[in-house]
């Protein structure tokens, strides 16, 4: 059995072969080529074009003779007369006879005169009607446009016709042709050479860009492309360039800072845990006490707590795709409330808690929920508020205290990474300055913001998120 894709595999292969000839060559070599294409086709119509109208032109002309000279004569055989016949002047080259209906030549023009009736075809009515006849004429072959025009004569109805060689518009067209058989494929190469002149000039600015980039050095991102003029075009890939540089840039150094920050977050609770075990490993004898214990529990605690943050920080900024699914926000306001509702905590008041569903990630909301309620524990003096309402577009959730408040100047920043503001900075009761740039990272990746808020007193944290349906 034959496959039917067998057959036209040679074909297939040969073509697979031409598109990647053609894609392995210079985008120059491309663009001129193209362009030369195009320029043939357009110089071959226009060639094709100019030879119809040449042709049509010189035709018309002939055909304008032909039936003038036909009107003429048979204005004058309609009374008998054929002076105009006679004289042929200047228009030696026209041919005319005036046949009877019997088919004898009543008169005939002076250069086709004593000849049989050469012309057989009738004349359509009243009117002047042309024809394109090949054939011999007086013993001299070839093409002729012949006139003819029916008329009554005193001796009964006779047809008028005239014929002129298209001879000399054959020979005028073949050297119209010869001559652009020639010019044409020469104007199209010097228009080729001139379009592989200008693409190569347009492209020199890139091929400048190519090699200042590669020039520039992974260490060094802090140089930029020169912005010489080159075109709009080029001046802005040039610009678009630089700002793809400076945002590398910028990411590198956040990257540096991060992992300087994270070394010296993660320094003090390795080091204290370190010690500790020393000293258990120097005096085994010594008992572990209750206290040995806590605060082991809590250096573990807050090392674990610092990997987590770390760890939602990098997956946020490679950009990991979030789930999209149906997230109650409420359930998770009320779960955390009740998780942070313990004796001695902050009194919390949820009662402006409303049903709300947003579109997201459920453990990354979470997250957010956790660390907005979590950062409100630890500057609250006596009491939190929780609001969560649903005006049909949005969904607001807001976290207020009434602790210190954070100055207007620094509501921007405490949402960078590391970051704790003077009176939080205590190692027992602020973390480490993570919590609010997850928070508002996980936002932002959701379609959201937050800002803050005065409570008077104390900070009120406001997240706007897009409510599900929206």
């Known amino acids: 059995m034959i496959n039917a894709l067998d057959t036209g595999s040679p074909s297939a292969a040969r073509a697979v072969r031409v598109v990647s000839w053609w894609r392995r060559r210079s985008l120059r070599t491309r663009l001129t080529a193209a362009s030369t294409a195009v320029i043939a086709v357009g110089v071959a119509a226009a060639a094709v074009l100019l030879v119809w109208r040449v042709h049509s032109t010189l035709v018309a002309g002939v055909d304008l003779t032909v039936s003038q000279r036909v009107s003429d004569v048979a204005a004058e055989?309609?009374?008998?007369?054929?002076?105009?016949?006679?004289?042929?002047?200047?228009?030696?080259?026209?041919?005319?006879?005036?046949?009877?209906?019997?088919?004898?030549?009543?008169?005939?023009?002076?250069?086709?005169?004593?000849?049989?009736?050469?012309?057989?075809?009738?004349?359509?009515?009243?009117?002047?009607?042309?024809?394109?006849?090949?054939?011999?004429?007086?013993?001299?072959?070839?093409?002729?446009?012949?006139?003819?025009?029916?008329?009554?004569?005193?001796?009964?109805?006779?047809?008028?016709?005239?014929?002129?060689?298209?001879?000399?518009?054959?020979?005028?067209?073949?050297?119209?042709?010869?001559?652009?058989?020639?010019?044409?494929?020469?104007?199209?190469?010097?228009?080729?050479?001139?379009?592989?002149?200008?693409?190569?000039?347009?492209?020199?600015?890139?091929?400048?860009?190519?090699?200042?980039?590669?020039?520039?050095?992974?260490?060094?991102?802090?140089?930029?492309?020169?912005?010489?003029?080159?075109?709009?075009?080029?001046?802005?890939?040039?610009?678009?360039?630089?700002?793809?540089?400076?945002?590398?840039?910028?990411?590198?150094?956040?990257?540096?800072?991060?992992?300087?920050?994270?070394?010296?977050?993660?320094?003090?609770?390795?080091?204290?845990?370190?010690?500790?075990?020393?000293?258990?490993?120097?005096?085994?004898?010594?008992?572990?006490?209750?206290?040995?214990?806590?605060?082991?529990?809590?250096?573990?605690?807050?090392?674990?707590?610092?990997?987590?943050?770390?760890?939602?920080?990098?997956?946020?900024?490679?950009?990991?795709?979030?789930?999209r699914e149906p997230v109650d926000l409420d359930d998770l306001v009320f779960d955390h409330v009740r998780r942070i509702t313990t004796p001695g905590a902050p009194h919390i008041d949820a009662t402006r808690v409303s049903a709300a569903q947003v579109i997201g990630d459920r453990s990354a909301l979470d997250r957010v929920v956790a660390n907005l309620l979590d950062n409100a524990v630890r500057h609250a003096h006596d009491a939190i508020t929780v609001g969560l309402h649903h005006d049909g577009r949005d969904i607001t959730l807001t976290v207020a205290d009434d602790g210190p408040g954070i100055p207007a100047a620094d509501r921007d920043r405490v949402f960078e990474r590391f970051t704790r503001l003077d009176d939080a900075r205590s190692r027992d009761r602020g973390g480490a300055g993570l919590g609010l740039a997850i928070v508002r990272d996980i936002v932002l990746a959701h379609g959201g913001r937050v800002h803050i808020d005065d409570n008077h007193p104390g900070a009120r944290f406001t997240v706007t998120l897009p409510a599900a349906g929206s």
Do not use: C, K
């Open 77 to 323: 055989a309609a009374q008998g007369q054929f002076s105009a016949l006679r004289a042929t002047g200047a228009d030696s080259l026209t041919l005319v006879q005036v046949v009877a209906g019997d088919g004898h030549v009543v008169a005939s023009s002076a250069n086709i005169d004593g000849e049989a009736a050469q012309f057989s075809f009738p004349a359509q009515g009243s009117g002047v009607a042309v024809h394109a006849v090949a054939g011999s004429i007086a013993g001299d072959p070839g093409s002729y446009r012949v006139a003819a025009q029916a008329t009554s004569s005193p001796a009964g109805p006779v047809t008028v016709y005239a014929a002129r060689p298209t001879a000399e518009i054959d020979q005028s067209v073949r050297e119209l042709v010869a001559a652009l058989l020639i010019g044409g494929p020469v104007l199209v190469a010097l228009l080729g050479a001139v379009a592989w002149a200008l693409v190569g000039r347009a492209l020199r600015p890139v091929e400048t860009m190519r090699r200042e980039v590669a020039a520039i050095p992974g260490t060094d991102l802090q140089r930029r492309l020169s912005l010489t003029p080159g075109g709009e075009e080029l001046h802005r890939l040039a610009a678009t360039f630089n700002e793809l540089l400076a945002r590398i840039d910028d990411g590198a150094a956040q990257q540096r800072r991060f992992l300087s920050d994270a070394a010296h977050e993660l320094r003090n609770p390795v080091a204290a845990l370190h010690t500790r075990l020393d000293v258990r490993a120097s005096h085994p004898q010594l008992p572990l006490s209750p206290e040995d214990r806590q605060l082991l529990a809590a250096d573990a605690a807050r090392l674990a707590a610092l990997v987590d943050s770390l760890l939602s920080l990098a997956r946020l900024d490679a950009d990991a795709a979030l789930r």
